[in-house]
Nanobody, 124 residues
Framework: AVQLMESGGGSVQAGGSLRLSCKYYGIIFDESEMDWFRQAPGKMCERVAGIDRDGPSYYEDSVKGRFTISQDSPANTVYLLMNDLKPEDTATYYC??????????????????WGRGTQVTVSS
């Protein structure tokens, strides 16, 4: 079965960095796109970054130049390196595949395969 598990969240001060990891199972990466989504309380779920076999395919405008998505095939892991974190980056971060957003919520479990999320908190 397809499974994904995020890790690496935590609490940091503005300007700090975190590296999120998504360990995946039952996914053939070359045939798939992996994405990171996030949702903060009171906000819509949004796609943050995506990666496929050709490399990074998408970054949300607000994270361009700060976040980097990458993949380690031998480790079956997708990463999201987050630099220069801002308070507005505070959210629960999810990795997902074959996924989209339903009703502005993440995880949208009826649309793709999702992990359970990892919390990122950035203080000023």
């Amino acid at each position: 079965a397809v499974q994904l598990m995020e890790s690496g969240g935590g609490s940091v001060q503005a300007g700090g960095s975190l590296r999120l990891s998504c360990k995946y199972y039952g996914i053939i990466f070359d045939e798939s796109e992996m994405d990171w989504f996030r949702q903060a309380p009171g906000k819509m779920c949004e796609r943050v970054a995506g990666i496929d076999r050709d490399g990074p395919s998408y970054y949300e405008d607000s994270v361009k130049g700060r976040f980097t998505i990458s993949q380690d095939s031998p480790a079956n892991t997708v990463y999201l390196l987050m630099n220069d974190l801002k308070p507005e980056d505070t959210a629960t971060y999810y990795c997902a595949t074959a996924a989209g957003i339903l009703d502005g919520k993440c995880p949208s479990l009826d649309f793709g395969h999702w992990g359970r999320g990892t919390q990122v908190t950035v203080s000023s």
